[in-house]
């Protein structure tokens, strides 16, 4: 079962190259995600819809996005072409690690015509006719997605994807482009760490770890959206600070010398879709940053990591997950581990 997910600027031709892919590649079925935004449009308040400017904005939207791709594949196997805009680096992170950790690859392509190509193909796309003003808002929706789609081409989507040029090439000629680099894997899966969704309660152990101005290390996993602390689920049969130092090796390729000290136990609450259970975090100490403990991107695990302030950790982390961080910090300095229930002392 394999995801094929033909990314691009609105109006470079997703669709129709999609619908011509499907007939190139055996055992293949068509999915637009799009369908799931119009459903939800229907379905939520116009209070909720008013706050947010795209349905990718839905939290709802990608997890529905990635249950609908895995039941589909779960019920017809095979191929799961994918016709969709990505410009959000997070987006991304958050629906390719929900497929993977449902051990479903994700092959990833980029159509790329020219900026003047892309500009005709907007002018020329058919619009219905029976869409109030729909000429001017879809084209116009369209050219407003140019800026960001060039934003992200610079940036992460060039690393990530299997680039296509459909500046000269028909939708036929683009899909089998397409069909030929997914067959001689030209096209590979991406490579994202796949991290089984908890079935149940979990232990999870994360290190804080600190420079010489004790700013503490967070880091932007690839495989999920947002910044964390080194760290992760606790496996059957072993010791949380133990796992925690094996994380810290994973994720950041650095092995530290002793085992960590405990910082707080947080209970986290079962919230759907989440499990909840209990978050620890230990004191892995200051790092040599001018020897072996200066943390590296090992591809699969990290894209980024940085050493910050605990009010610039107010700006990158989640409200519980700071506060956790906060009385983790309050806990070294007073040499004293604390509980915590959704991050509050008890």
């Known amino acids: 079962m394999t995801v094929v997910w033909i990314n691009g600027a609105f109006g470079a031709g997703k669709t129709t190259t999609a619908r011509e892919l499907i007939d190139l590649i055996p055992n293949s079925t068509l999915f637009d995600p799009e369908v799931i935004g119009g459903a939800l449009t229907h379905m939520l308040p116009a209070k909720r819809l008013a706050e947010v400017g795209d349905f990718q904005d839905l939290p709802s939207w990608r997890r529905l996005v990635v249950d609908t791709a895995a039941a589909l594949l779960a019920e017809l196997g095979g191929i799961l072409v994918v016709p969709m805009t990505l410009l959000r680096q997070e987006y991304r992170d958050e629906i390719f690690g929900g497929l993977a950790s449902r051990r479903i690859p994700v092959r990833h392509l980029l159509l790329a015509p020219a900026e003047t190509i892309l500009r005709e193909r907007i002018a020329g796309r058919d ?29 992460w989507l060039t690393a990530d994807a299997h680039l296509v040029d459909t500046s000269a090439l028909t939708p036929y000629e683009t899909a089998r482009r397409i069909a030929d680099a997914v067959a001689t894997g030209d096209a590979p899966p991406c490579d994202i760490v796949q991290t089984p969704e908890p079935t149940a309660e979990t232990v999870a152990a994360g290190v804080l770890l600190f420079d010489d101005d004790d700013r503490v290390l967070l880091v932007d996993p690839t495989y999920k959206a947002g910044w964390e602390f080194p760290g992760g689920v606790v496996e059957s049969g072993e010791a949380p600070a133990r796992a925690g130092m094996r994380e810290v090796v994973e994720e950041t390729g650095i092995r530290l010398d002793d085992v960590p000290r405990l910082l707080v136990v947080d209970w986290e609450s079962p919230t759907p879709p989440g499990y909840g259970g209990l ?17 590296v991107l090992p591809g699969p695990e990290l894209r980024d990591w940085r050493f910050v302030t605990e009010e610039e950790a107010a700006d990158l982390l989640p409200p519980v997950r700071y506060e956790r961080l906060r009385w983790a910090l309050r806990a070294r300095e007073r040499g004293a581990a604390l509980y915590l229930e959704a991050g509050v002392p008890v």
């Open 127 to 155: 619009i219905p006719p029976d869409l109030p003003d729909g000429e001017m808002r879809m084209r116009q929706w369209a050219y407003d997605h140019i800026a960001p789609y060039r934003a992200a081409l610079g940036g």
């Open 279 to 295: 978050r620890l975090l230990f004191d892995g100490g200051r790092l040599d940053m001018t020897g072996s403990q200066r943390p």
